[in-house]
């Protein structure tokens, strides 16, 4: 449906997760890839994973050579292990999404997240590339907060830049308006980056998020994204845990892992960019307290024209 309500000449692009698929996952993750491809998506990004064997799961597709496909990394040696893995195909990636530690979400580090770096992360792959010719675009993501970010970025040899923080408190963005709010008013020290992923992967966000600590009974059943080839889930077992230990209790609380299929879809997961607590510098505050929700617009003319690291307010 989306593709055939497509008006223009844009592109749509889908996120592909490696890593949240079903029981069965490889034969799960190659229906999802190839279905995109039979829908008529425009371009697929790659993520939550290295992908290793993504492309051969799309190989003997007829789009395979015409839709954009792209990947998100961390490192090189990513990068690296990925085209090694793929040479055979004689199919590069359209473009590399180089994902450094400040982005939200998933992070492709451990939690020694800090003592990387996005800029150097990115110049060690531009070199990379330039020494092997090979001409993929390259698109530094996490932690590009203005447009003067963006633009030293652009002349340092990248292609495009990825931004996301900015864009969750516009009105377009899908979030209820209540958790928006929550953004704006988020403290440095409101954010964490944690382990309670079921995936193994740290994870950033506000420490208020419902997920954390919640202990509901767990939904792989009904929604079945974490489980592993042999059906199991980090969160299933850490519950089992507690629920051994409280047997009396009403309710256990989990804290180490979380229910991530049942809270991202209720909108309890609250992921977010290490400069989410910036965003109320972005805005201005109603009568009643709010801040106000920007327009995708704005904050897009923002990324565009905006010069000396400033941030324009709304009118």
Sequence with gaps: ????????????????????TMNAPRETLRVRLRSALDA?????????????GSFALMEDHPRFRHARLGIIVSSLRALQLFLRKNARLNRLPDYVIVEGPLAGGHLGFGMDW???????????ILQYLQAEKLAIPLIPAGGIFTGSDAVSYLESG???????????????????????QEYFKAAEDDIEVNMISPTGYPMRMLKGSPAIGAGIRPNCEAYG??????????????????????????????????????????????????????????????????YRLLSAEHVFRDYQFSVDGKVALPE
């Design 40 to 52: 008529g998506i425009d371009g697929i990004t790659l993520s939550a994973g290295l992908h290793l």
């Design 158 to 180: 990248a292609a495009a830049v990825q931004v996301a923080t900015r864009f969750t408190v516009t009105r377009e963005c899908g979030l209820p308006d209540g958790i928006k």
């Design 114 to 124: 800090a003592k990387y770096d996005l800029r150097a992360i990115t110049g060690e």
């Design 225 to 290: 994204y974490l489980l592993d080839g042999s059906g199991n889930c980090a969160y299933i077992t850490a519950y089992n845990r507690e629920v051994a230990a409280h047997p009396d209790a009403k309710k256990v609380v989990v804290m180490d892992k979380t229910c991530l299929c049942t809270h991202m879809r209720n909108f309890d997961c609250w992921t977010c960019g290490h400069y989410t607590y910036r965003l109320k510098h972005t805005s201005t505050r109603l009568p009643d307290g709010s």
């Design 1 to 20: 449906r989306t593709m055939a309500a497509k008006r223009g000449d844009g592109l749509i692009f889908i996120n592909c997760m490696e890593k949240l």
